[in-house]
């Protein structure tokens, strides 16, 4: 192809591409001419800078220019030396507003100001990794937590040991969960309610304006609620995913030395005094995770089940999906199931969560089809862990009655239980129904509560009696216990659980 003559052409190279183009000078653009590219003609100093020349020239005809014009040739073009080109009668440079010196000092002045450019780019984007990402890291999580008045005082003793709670509902549970919330509250300690995304939002605004509402909760400011709450499934990991998810904000949020995963259907059977003080003399590191190795039933059942929880994809609440074809069980890791309640150091709580290796990761993977996997998780991670397994306690601190075998659901606990219950040293019951009998009796004998108030303790108490209100909270009272009856009974059971004759035989085999 030849070009026509005497027609004014522009050739732009672009140095970001190292590329050339030639584009005549008509407007608008006859179809016959197109663009054609020029191969890499940029000088080496050019290629990394965002800049261009064109290069105006006028033809006389003869073949394309691109095939005449050598790379030499065009590198000093732009230095502007005299270049006798075939069949070019004559060529000058326009600048850009960017423009390029054509002298080969400024050219190196253009090279030395590319890599001041670079390197305070460098700087500046360290700078804002610096800044930035840990502002990301640190963001406020997503919660309701009402206005914080209560101002601790630093010549005030603090508790022994705390405790962070999450306190899981469902819908038509608002009830059970104030009572239980009443019960469970102590200022030493932490709360931390989910309600289920499938509760109706008037049962969440009601807890919110409860939690808001409640002079005490205001003023300590240890009691929130989950903001985002997740839908969980029954026998699904979602259960899991929530418990999970509730450790994690509670990690971040307060200091505290064991967590406590309860349900509304959960109650006490001490103080929170009572229950403070029988921890104070225990080892920060140790578990409370009913587990075994033998799987039974389970390992049929559970074991080797594929399902699918609808509830990480949807926002409807359905039940699991069982897939037709079944698994075998592991051999990278021995499975261990037992109680989906435990109390976990917030040592082992944060290796869950942050675990520096990737053993906790790699079961939650696993656990995601797994039936039941509150059952099985931490009782897998922590028995397979060789940092954790000796620190088991095998047993769950619940007093549980199940239902004749196989023994899948609690049996619901009455005034015929209470005996049973105070007989077993244990802190927790459950599962009770909404304002059964039993609690009252518990209220009124174990735990010194009256209807609609706290339960017995030195942070509301004067001289020992008890208050009609506990929304009089003084900063004096602040790091005070006094323990009665239940710390003695739990004492007895916590002695049990760690001499060295039953600590060694339970510990994860």
């Known amino acids: 192809m030849a070009w026509p003559k005497n027609v004014q052409y522009k050739v732009m190279v672009m140095a970001s591409t190292g590329q050339a183009r030639i584009l005549p000078k008509w407007n608008p653009v006859p179809s016959s001419i197109k663009w054609r590219p020029y191969g890499k003609l940029?000088?080496?100093?050019?290629?990394?800078?965002?800049?261009?020349?064109?290069?105006?020239?006028?033809?006389?005809?003869?073949?394309?220019?691109?095939?005449?014009?050598?790379?030499?040739?065009?590198?000093?073009?732009?230095?502007?030396?005299?270049?006798?080109?075939?069949?070019?009668?004559?060529?000058?440079?326009?600048?850009?507003?960017?423009?390029?010196?054509?002298?080969?000092?400024?050219?190196?002045?253009?090279?030395?100001?590319?890599?001041?450019?670079?390197?305070?780019?460098?700087?500046?984007?360290?700078?804002?990794?610096?800044l930035y990402i840990p502002t990301q890291l640190t963001r406020p999580i997503n919660i309701f937590n009402p206005s914080k008045s209560f101002i601790i005082p630093k010549s005030s003793k603090p508790y022994p040991v705390t405790f962070a709670y999450l306190i899981s509902a469902s819908r038509g549970d608002t009830a059970k969960l104030k009572r239980g919330l009443r019960a469970l509250y102590h200022p030493g300690n932490y709360y931390l309610i989910h309600m289920d995304y499938d509760a109706p939002e008037s049962e969440q605004k009601e807890m919110a304006n409860f939690v808001s509402s409640e002079p005490v909760f205001s003023k300590v400011g240890n009691v929130w609620i989950v903001g985002k709450p997740n839908l969980v499934t029954y026998r699904g990991p979602t259960m899991l995913a929530t418990t999970l998810h509730a450790m994690s904000m509670l990690l971040r949020i307060a200091k505290w030395d064991w967590f406590i995963n309860l349900s509304a259907s959960d109650y006490p059977l001490v103080t929170q005094d009572d229950l403070i003080y029988a921890f104070s003399a225990l080892p920060r590191d140790l578990n409370f995770i009913q587990h075994s190795s033998h799987l039974g039933w389970k390992q049929n059942k559970r074991g080797k089940p594929i399902i699918i929880d609808p509830g990480l994809h949807s926002v409807n609440k359905s039940e699991i999906w069982w897939v037709i074809k079944q698994r075998t069980l592991p051999t990278a890791f021995k499975l261990y199931t037992g109680s989906a309640w435990t109390i976990l150091s917030r040592s082992f709580a944060e290796y869950c969560i942050v675990g520096w290796d990737n053993l906790p990761r790699t079961l939650l993977l696993y656990y995601t089809n797994f039936v039941s996997s509150p059952e099985g998780y931490f009782q897998t991670v922590i028995c397979n862990s060789e940092d954790y397994k000796n620190t088991t306690l095998n047993h769950d601190l619940h007093y549980i009655t199940w239902d004749?075998?196989?023994?899948?659901?609690?049996?619901?606990?009455?005034?015929?239980?209470?005996?049973r219950m105070v007989l077993s040293n244990r802190p927790f019951a459950r599962k009770f129904k909404q304002n059964d009998p039993a609690l009252n009796k518990i209220d009124r004998e174990l735990l010194k509560r009256r209807h609609g108030q706290f339960s017995y303790g030195a942070w509301c108490s004067k001289s020992g009696k008890r208050h009609n209100?506990?929304?009089?909270?003084?900063?004096?009272?602040?790091?005070?216990?006094?323990?009665?009856?239940?710390?003695?009974?739990?004492?007895?059971?916590?002695?049990?659980?760690?001499?060295?004759?039953?600590?060694?035989?339970?510990?994860?085999?």
């Open 469 to 509: 209100n506990c929304s009089d909270l003084q900063s004096e009272k602040y790091g005070v216990l006094t323990p009665g009856t239940g710390s003695r009974r739990l004492r007895t059971l916590l002695t049990k659980l760690v001499s060295s004759q039953h600590f060694n035989k339970k510990q994860c085999k």
């Open 42 to 130: 940029a000088p080496p100093s050019l290629e990394k800078s965002y800049i261009s020349s064109k290069l105006e020239i006028v033809t006389d005809g003869g073949l394309p220019f691109q095939e005449r014009n050598p790379i030499s040739h065009l590198h000093s073009s732009l230095q502007q030396q005299p270049v006798n080109f075939p069949h070019i009668t004559h060529y000058h440079t326009i600048p850009e507003p960017l423009s390029l010196s054509l002298s080969h000092r400024h050219t190196c002045s253009l090279q030395m100001g590319i890599k001041a450019f670079m390197i305070s780019f460098m700087l500046a984007s360290l700078l804002f990794s610096l």
């Open 404 to 419: 004749t075998p196989p023994k899948q659901h609690p049996r619901s606990l009455g005034l015929k239980d209470y005996r």
